[in-house]
């Protein structure tokens, strides 16, 4: 009698934990409504938006986790304090867009626009952008270490207390783009493109490294570091 008084209490046991997560689950479907207008604060998380026109929209405070923005075009939106963990951006345009405090850890940006953008106090750690572009963007207090960055256009923009640790830099062009405080530690800089880029203020940066890459006689180097005999780099 005892032992069948234990089993019936392990499946109302069993039963209620199940209620119990349905309810979340639930919940959590009704939170991240794919339906909702767009708006600050809300939650696409998991929602396929692509090729819509979101410009210049309030998405500050909102949630794009692995969301499929791809070919939309975002420019001149806020995503300040968003959060766009594993979110799609392929070929999305978010020109002049404002990211501060916000999450990118792990997003795609293959051929993204990012042009005159604006990140600050964010963290794009093992995400991946290859040949996005970043023109004239300002970039500071970033995390973009451990990621994908091939062929990534940086021209003209201005990177401060930038963090490339472990990140892949290969044929990223980084011509006209002020340097200050940017980490390289153990970045990979096959024919990364420094010609006419003041690097004197760049942090771990190595000879081996300048020696695969790119530069002329305007590109300065910081301390200790001498310009390669490759240098400059043919086509």
Do not use: H
């Not at 959590?28 to 794919?34: H, I, R, S, V």
């Not at 093992?126 to 451990?146: G, Q, V």
């Amino acid at each position: 009698m005892k032992r069948l008084n234990t089993m019936d209490g392990n499946k109302v046991k069993r039963a209620l934990l199940i209620i119990c997560l349905v309810s979340l689950a639930s919940a959590n479907q009704a939170y991240a409504d794919c339906d909702d207008k767009r708006a600050a604060g809300m939650d696409w998380s998991g929602c396929k938006k692509t090729n819509k026109m979101l410009d210049d929209t309030n998405f500050s405070g909102s949630r794009f986790d692995a969301a499929n923005l791809a070919s939309s075009s975002l420019d001149d939106s806020n995503f300040n304090g968003a959060s766009l963990f594993k979110t799609d951006l392929t070929r999305t345009s978010a020109k002049g867009a404002k990211f501060y405090k916000s999450n990118l850890s792990k997003a795609v940006g293959y051929r993204a626009n990012f042009d005159q953008a604006k990140l600050k106090s964010s963290n794009l750690t093992k995400s991946e952008f290859s040949r996005a572009s970043f023109k004239n963007a300002e970039l500071s207090d970033i995390d973009w270490s451990r990621s994908e960055l091939g062929r990534v256009d940086f021209t003209g923009a201005r990177l401060k207390n930038v963090s490339f640790e472990f990140t892949n830099l290969s044929r990223v062009n980084f011509q006209g783009a002020r340097i200050n405080g940017v980490d390289f530690q153990k970045a990979y800089t096959y024919r990364t493109r420094f010609e006419d880029v003041d690097l004197r203020k760049a942090v771990n940066l190595r000879q081996v490294q300048i020696k695969f890459a790119c530069g002329n006689d305007n590109t300065r180097l910081p301390e200790g570091l001498e310009r390669p005999e490759s240098w400059p780099c043919t086509d």
